[in-house]
């Protein structure tokens, strides 16, 4: 309509933790949140909407996939078997680094997801081993927790009645609340979480899979008075609960 003021036209400016997240704005003024490279297309969009079950990713891919779909009778065998095929893959394709694992999630998202899901599933279930659980969830997070859970399901059962892959956003987060549970109680770890203490310059662990105590103390919303004081973890939440 004409006279109305656009997101990203007004001049308004937002502050977080020091980092300017304003909109960005064009030449004239008017650009808005379209703009920002935040909203820009991720990379692996192409490999999760286009070839969720990654054909075109090369053969080792199609050869894991097809292994990842084979399903035991036995529970624990299954369980064991993804894990074993999941670890064996993320060290041949050298996924332990970052930026391999984001280049192969560009050709396979999904895979990635699933690779993931059941190694920390099995540190986590299976092996009792939570600090290893939670670096894989925390990997697998940052994936999952970029799209819209509806979206993930349906790439995953695109053209097919059985999913492509063996996983689902309600595996997933059925896991990270398993995850989440068992963080109750964590404390600043001095030994990193590790019988053999610290790697070189790793820092120890601090409170729960969400890295927080309930005496840290949350950074100051931008514009609070200068007077007000520092608001804690355990004071900033309230839970009710109703039978």
Known sequence: PEGAVGLGDTGETFVEDGV??????????GGGLSDDESFKMPDYAEALYG??????????????????SVAYEIPEEDEDTKAMLAMNFLFATGMKQFKQMDKEASKCFLGVCATLYHLARHRMLVEGNYYSAVAFAKS?????????????????????????????????GKLMRDIARESRGMSFDENCGSPKGCVKDAKPLHGNAFHALPDDVLPRFPGAAAGDSPVGLGEAFKIYVYD
Request: charged letters at 25%; aromatic letters at 10%.
């Open 51 to 68: 070839d969720p079950a990654c054909t075109e990713a090369g053969p080792q891919w199609v050869e894991y996939r097809q292994a990842m």
């Open 20 to 29: 300017d997240k304003s909109p960005i704005r064009g030449a004239e003024g």
């Open 140 to 172: 697998l997070d940052r994936f999952v927790g970029s799209i819209h859970p509806t979206k993930f399901d349906a790439a995953n059962l695109a053209n097919t009645t059985e999913p492509h892959w063996p996983v689902s956003d309600y595996l997933v």
